[in-house]
């Protein structure tokens, strides 16, 4: 006897509402991690499964502490876990210089006192991503020492995560932010970020390039956050401070915003320009340390592993910042 088939249709008069897109967030949470985190958190198509922070700007307990601040600050109660508190296989150096003393440009914020969910930020990036197979979008933001972690203890999540965007490295255009060659977040644990790219993980880098070409907080773009006039615009201003006045130190108009991009880029990939290119990330010391090796030719006859981001849109990028703000 043939049977009859029938789709289920949406009653009429309703919208068939799309499901949200499950986030997951590594930071070492400093004032453009928090602003990114601000972009996810307030996304309406988005749904941040939770935070998990890590050393690198700053140490991990004020990074913690920052997180929750940013959480609560947007009114929600994303769970925030600690990570690791130290690289892999050498000690902390943080980015005090670049975004103050406390991670948020030293303006005063009372960034103490609150207390993270219990567990391993560790286990809860093996856990979600496991629980969920290809539905997880990983956004790393800070140095890879959870991540590399996370790939030692479970190695099969290299296959079952959706995607995995990386605010990291310095793209094809240079130059690094704290050596030559290397920009913060690989170079601040670098043997982290040579496990995590030979992985096999289906990333997307945007480097520092991107951040400097396409996300500089120029005069205009500043008078332009001042006219939206909302905390969460004041925010994202004042624990700029300090970053602004260090890029603007080393010949910037004004801050960039790489982690913000990159959250763009994770919100919203369709305006981005991308190569595939085979690439790997030095280990060790010397001037080497966190660079990345990219094969623009393919000389090295290894078969392309990353989605390199080689221009997102200035305009597209500040439209979404500006949109979560107000």
Known sequence: MATATHSMAAPAGTTRVPPMRRFLIDTDTASDDAVAIVMALRHPDVQVDAITVVAGNVGLEQAVQNALYTVELCGEQTPVYAGLAKPMMRTLETASEVHGDDGMGDCGLPLHGRTPTDGRAV??????????PGEITLVCLGPLTNI?????????????VGRVVVMGGTGLHGPGNVTAMAEFNFW???????LVTSSGMPFEFVGWDISITSAVVTQQRFHDREAIDTPLAAFSRDVAQVVRRFAMGIGLEGDDLPDPIAMAHAIDPSVAEVSRLYVEVMPGDGPQRGAMSVDQIGSTGNAPNIDVVTHYPSDHFFDMLFAALR
Do not use: F, G, K, M
């Open 123 to 132: 286990d809860v990036i093996v856990d979600t991503i496991l629980a969920a």
């Open 188 to 194: 601040a644990d670098a043997e982290a970020a040579a």
């Open 148 to 160: 590399a972690a996370a790939l030692l203890r479970a190695p099969e999540i290299v296959d079952a």
